[in-house]
Every structure is written in structure tokens, then in C-alpha cells.
């Protein structure tokens, strides 16, 4: 059990363009979801987190404009580039929580987005 | 402030050979302690957890790690490597928030596994 899916796993967009990344919980709800980015050879760095039915909370330096955030239902958050720029190329990953508030997080499998 | 280290970026180990991968934290009060895998070009994928009870963890893979509150230490430790083992390895900690219990992660440490 706790198998989160994240779509699409690669996306090539053209600098300007929006692109929308799906994360979902296949086999249990999540309260709450979070969304990471990762660059090359580093660890991951927490972008946000989000709550069912509220907003989403920004970690410092995030811009929430940029990065919009949607967390529609207990097994899906959605996490939209706009107007991407190659320096948002990265590796996008997702990880959903359960239960109490120090519960584990499953990861999604990621998503690589590359800018041209 | 709150902080999670892994001494070691790289480490190379023969295959069948023991492993042990360093994690110390900086936190006040008890951590909930986490080890995570990471292949290229996937996600996370959970080794085992520490939230309190029994200091020694068995995780899966034949992964085990130990809480030392007085090293403020948790070391992933495996008996026998095998060469699929190789990749990334994340030690991560939660640290407990008003705003949202968000995890924290080491820098990582590539393991590579010779054949």
C-alpha cells in the first residue's frame, strides 16, 4: 500500500508556456501532500505544502505565483510551472501523508521538466 | 537550528561486503528519523523509520539502522552488499512546526557497489 503516481514523468515545454505536474495518492488519502524540487546531484528542497481544501503553504523563496499549487481532493494536488524559464528545469517530486502529523511520507516516482 | 548530516557524499564498497551510512541531526527534543533510497531518476523510496521503542530499526532490503540519542546519530547499516544497492541514500528527520510538520533531508550519499 501507499503508492503515489506522478504525471507526466517527463515533460519538454518551450520557455513561456505553463505546464501542469499530477500527483496522486493511488491507494489511500492523503491529508496532506507536499512538492519538492531537486537539482541535479542535491538533495531535495521542500517548495510547499499543501492541505486538502486550503491553501498552500510556501516554503521561503518559492514564488506562489510561479508555482501554483492545487489540492483539490484527499488523493490529488496538482502543481502547475508558469510561464517556465529553462531555470526551472528540474527534477519535480511529489510525496503524500496520511495520517498523523509525523507520519511518514511515499513519494512519487518524480518528474523531470526541461525548459528549452 | 535544525539539521540533518551526512559526513560522507560518496562511499564505494565491494559487493558482500558490510555497509554503514552516517547520519547525525541537530534537534531539541526526540526526532522521528527516517532513511530513504533513491535510484537515478526515481523518487524516494521509504528504507524504515524511527519514532520511538526499540533503538535498533529492520527496515526493508535487509537494511537496518540504530537511534543513538547520546551520538544523536541514526546509521544505516547492511551486512551484505549486493550491487543493486547502488544509488542514493537520504537520511531525513521531521521537524515539528505550527505550521506543518515538513521533513528535512541530509545531503545524500551516493553509494557505489563494486562488482
Known amino acids: 500500500g501507499a503508492v503515489v503516481s506522478q504525471h507526466p514523468s517527463r515533460v519538454i515545454c518551450k520557455s513561456g508556456t505553463s505546464v501542469k505536474i499530477e500527483c496522486r495518492s493511488l491507494?489511500?488519502?492523503?491529508?496532506?501532500m507536499f512538492w519538492y524540487r531537486q537539482f541535479p546531484k542535491q538533495s531535495l528542497m521542500l517548495m510547499a505544502t499543501s492541505n486538502e481544501g486550503s491553501k498552500a503553504t510556501y516554503e521561503q523563496g518559492v514564488e506562489k505565483d510561479k508555482f501554483l499549487i492545487n489540492h483539490a481532493s484527499l488523493t490529488l494536488s496538482t502543481l502547475t510551472v508558469t510561464s517556465a524559464h529553462p531555470e526551472d528545469s528540474s527534477f519535480y517530486i511529489c510525496s503524500a501523508r496520511r495520517g498523523a502529523s509525523a507520519d511518514t511520507q511515499y513519494f512519487g516516482p518524480g518528474t523531470r521538466l526541461t525548459v528549452l | 537550528a535544525q539539521s540533518v548530516t551526512q559526513p560522507d557524499i560518496h562511499i564505494t564498497v565491494s559487493e558482500g561486503a558490510s555497509l554503514e551510512l552516517r547520519c547525525n541531526y541537530s534537534?531539541?527534543?526526540?526526532?522521528?528519523l527516517f532513511w530513504y533510497v533513491q535510484s537515478p531518476g526515481q523518487g524516494l523510496q521509504l528504507l524504515l523509520k524511527y519514532f520511538s521503542g526499540d533503538t535498533l530499526v529492520q527496515g526493508i532490503k535487509g537494511f537496518e539502522a540504530e537511534f543513538k540519542r547520546s551520538q544523536s546519530s541514526f546509521n544505516l547499516r547492511k551486512p551484505s552488499v549486493h550491487w543493486s544497492d547502488a544509488a542514493e541514500y537520504f537520511c531525513a528527520v521531521v521537524i515539528l512546526t505550527g505550521g506543518g510538520n515538513k521533513l528535512t533531508f541530509g545531503t545524500g550519499t551516493q553509494l557505489k557497489v563494486e562488482l
Open positions: 491507494d489511500f488519502q492523503a491529508t496532506t
Open positions: 534537534y531539541g527534543a526526540t526526532p522521528y
